[in-house]
């Protein structure tokens, strides 16, 4: 298992008898590391691995460095790394499944760049911590970037947790997920598997798995502690509530967006509170009481549809109405706009350099009045569309544009569900505008913001 490292690296552990597992010492410059040998499949051969007493894992480079075997034996943490495990019939059951990005992925020290590695069995056993919450089951779905996932492959995953749910009868899924468009396939999920049973929670990492401040193995940990101990059910993501590893949130899968490119708590709900604050020590505090509630008994219902012929399109001064006919001439069938503020567009001419603006209006409605569904969200994160407040929003619903009180990466997804079902507009519109898995936010909570 230590055969990815180099000779010397190699020779140095057999002359200290040291093993993958065993809890060793490295000092370098000064500085003392010590933690359990780690084997590795990839990256610098010349870095030794350990994972710390914190649950990290540590890169220490060889050059220089004075290794020692420590005594004493981590029996529970070895056997993890090694692969030993035996499932405890005590224990909740969690099904992991893997898609791939950040979390499952190692860093190619030569170029810096983190690329896929791990297995699904690779990433559990990294994570010794979980064996003391539930057993689990894994299985490879997909290894992927998740800005590479389309829409058909919404559609494998969910007939894919739906199997696991009926062949497993798990009392949870965990997937793991890469973070860019993780709020796109959690609001898909939402959509497509009604009536869930159990929690289905979408877990990312915005460092990768052998980073020193990863925290692919917190957001890990607060996932199957909120499944092992709730009575939860639903999609939902779970991730880091702040810098510090203190606690994650779960929240709700159709309310959620990526607020930032790499802080590790990047992920927030959107106008409305998380369901819950995991912390570390395995402590929940639940934030609502309107969660989803877990029951077995249900029937789970898979509504895996979705037609890509949509498109989020962000208004912004001096957009073309000629954007929008490209569109129409490619035969999408519908368009989400990210309005400015409470749901407007540049539809008011006021001189010659606004004189264009009224062709956007013209070609709205002639879109509307085709059947192309056009529905409108605020490129604001948070609070919610209301376009009878100004003229210009009140100019667009006359044209047929359609206020939705829901995130834009929300409304994208249910535009293209609802389109799926049917070839008919109006019966799509009405699908559209139906309350399916609490995707409209019905009231905005002013405690959400930046929460």
Known sequence: MLENYSPEIRKALAAHKIAAGDRISVERDGKRYEGLLMPKSAGDPNVIVLKLDSGYNAGVSFAGAKIEKIKGKDEKAKKAILGKYKPDTGKPTIVLLHTGGTIASKVDYRTGAAYPAFTPEELFFAVPELQEIANFSTRVIFQMYSEDMEPEHWIVLAEKIAQEIQEANPDGVIITHGTDTMA?????????????????????????????????????????????????????????????????????????????????????????????????????????????????????????????????????????????????????????????????????????????????????ERMTKRGIIVAMTSQCAYGTVNMNVYSPGRDLLKAGVIPLAMTSEAAFIKLGWALGHTKDSEEAKKILLENVAGEFTERVDPRAFLY
């Open 184 to 364: 796109y396939t959690a609001a898909a999920l939402s959509l497509m598997l009604q009536h869930l049973p159990i929690p289905v929670l979408l877990v990312g990492a915005q460092r990768s798995s052998d980073r020193g401040s990863s925290d692919a193995a917190m957001n890990l940990r607060c996932a199957a502690q909120f499944i092992a101990q709730t009575d939860s059910a639903g999609v939902a993501l779970c991730m880091h509530g702040s810098m510090d590893d203190e606690y994650c949130f779960v929240l709700p899968g159709l309310h959620v967006k990526k607020m930032h490119t790499s802080r590790r708590d990047a992920f927030r709900s959107i106008d409305v509170l998380p369901y819950a604050k995991v912390h570390l020590d395995g402590e929940i505090e639940m934030l609502r009481s309107d969660y989803p509630k877990k029951d077995k008994a249900k029937k789970l219902h898979v509504v895996n549809r979705f037609d890509k012929r949509v498109a989020i399109v962000k208004i912004r001064p001096g957009i073309n109405a000629k954007e929008l006919e490209a569109y129409e001439q490619l035969g999408y069938r519908g368009l989400v706009l990210e309005g400015t503020g409470l749901g407007n567009a540049p539809v008011t001419v006021l001189d010659q350099h606004t004189a264009h603006h009224k062709e956007l209006l013209t070609v709205l």
